[in-house]
């Protein structure tokens, strides 16, 4: 396994599996790897020739500057853990290396891809995104990219934007891994406690729950059983919306085929997000 910190020596390795005909797979994360994320990379391996998995806490997503020193981050032992499976390369540049002086962010119309959820609560978070994904796009130039369906709307937005630029890149949306409990695996959950991940259980057994009402009730009726039923916990909610899995519009009176049910809450000030996907068919 090879690791690289500059853009230009990942771009002449690349560059050699290129003209080999190799075929790249590529996993984005921000480190503190769990196996959430090992699925995603074995996933990768499994449909490609070479695997690559970038590690950046990307600064330019975090609405919250608190949010951006606090988040994991634990490179050694990532790199330890991938060297465990059959990961061929990792980058793992630095902030000057993504964003040179003279580098140009671009913008994109997201609509309302970017303007409900996590958009709504978190100003600029998207154009964050967009910007680091597009850039490690144009830096990898991977034929597939492997994402987490536990950040939903995040993987609508890079679905959006690859379409938009015209990028010659398949998007592979990979199920949530969750721990035995049902809670979903995410780096965040290394700042809680054992207790504090018991409390936590309230997310996956609202989803749970909706998943149940969801059969006889509108979606207007679950979500306000929902956010009563969340109550009987200890986390503060932030939203639950039920929304349609393609506009991500919130749906009220009627449901649509694949319905998601969206959840994010604050676990002390660990923001934990997940959703469920409550299969109404028509």
């Known amino acids: 396994m090879k690791v690289y910190s500059t853009i230009s020596a990942l771009q002449e390795y690349v ?129 597939k990219a492997f994402f987490g369906l536990k950040d939903f709307q995040q993987v609508s937005v890079i679905r959006f934007m690859t379409n938009f630029l015209k990028l010659p890149i398949e998007i592979i949306a990979c199920p949530t891994l969750r721990e035995q409990s049902g809670i979903a695996m995410s780096s965040r959950n290394m700042r809680l406690s054992e207790s504090e991940k018991e409390d936590s259980l309230i997310i996956f057994n609202s989803l749970c729950f909706a998943k149940k009402l969801a059969s006889n009730q509108t979606p207007d009726e679950v979500k306000a059983n929902v956010i009563d039923y969340f109550k009987n916990g200890k986390l503060a909610l932030e939203y639950f919306e039920i929304v349609n899995p393609i506009t991500l519009e919130a749906l009220s009176s009627q449901w649509v085929p694949n319905a998601t049910a969206c959840i994010v809450a604050f676990c002390g000030e660990v923001r934990l997000i997940d959703n469920m996907n409550l299969k109404i068919q028509d």
Do not use: W
Request: contains cysteine; glycine residues 6%; hydrophobic residues 40%.
């Open 15 to 143: 560059s050699k599996l290129k003209l080999e005909g190799k075929s790249i797979g590529f996993v984005p994360t921000m480190g503190a790897l769990h196996y959430g994320h090992i699925s995603l990379v074995n996933s990768a391996i499994t449909q490609c020739d070479i695997t690559i998995v970038s590690i950046f806490v990307n600064p330019t997503q975090f609405n919250n500057q608190e949010d951006l020193l606090n988040y994991p981050r634990t490179l050694e032992s990532d790199i330890e853990l991938l060297s465990t499976i059959d990961c061929d390369i990792i980058f793992a540049p630095s902030v000057q290396e993504m964003y040179p002086e003279k580098s140009v962010s671009i913008q994109l119309d997201l609509g309302n891809l970017a303007e409900v959820m996590e958009g709504k609560f978190r100003p600029g978070h998207f154009d964050g995104v967009v910007n680091v994904v597009s850039r490690l796009f144009e830096i990898v130039k991977p034929d």
